[in-house]
């Protein structure tokens, strides 16, 4: 069965966000005046062959925690869908 994963990894919150700070400060000179707590991370999608939704978790679990997210700055969030 074929999945789809969307993985989002952005830094901890509390850790300093020297892109999301720079996006922060560069918005009020566009006249963009609201926004706030602005952060910066990743997004990757992923097409998964896996018997289940539960194996397709698993394989992104490993493929975060053992290449595309930094755990000591970031945190991830992961989104499987049937395709």
């Known amino acids: 069965m074929k ?3 969307e993985i989002e990894i952005l830094p901890l919150k509390g850790l300093l966000d020297p892109q999301g700070k ?3 400060n560069g ?3 566009i006249g963009i005046h609201s926004a ?3 952060r910066i991370g990743k997004f990757i999608t992923l097409d998964i062959e896996a ?3 539960d194996e397709a978790r698993v394989f992104c679990e490993t493929a975060c925690t053992k290449l595309l997210a930094n755990l000591i ?3 991830y969030a992961i989104r499987i869908k049937a395709t």
Do not use: R
């Open 3 to 5: 999945f789809n994963a």
């Open 22 to 24: 720079a996006v922060a």
């Open 27 to 29: 918005l009020p000179k």
């Open 36 to 38: 706030s707590n602005v």
């Open 51 to 53: 018997t289940s939704a």
């Open 73 to 75: 700055m970031e945190g």
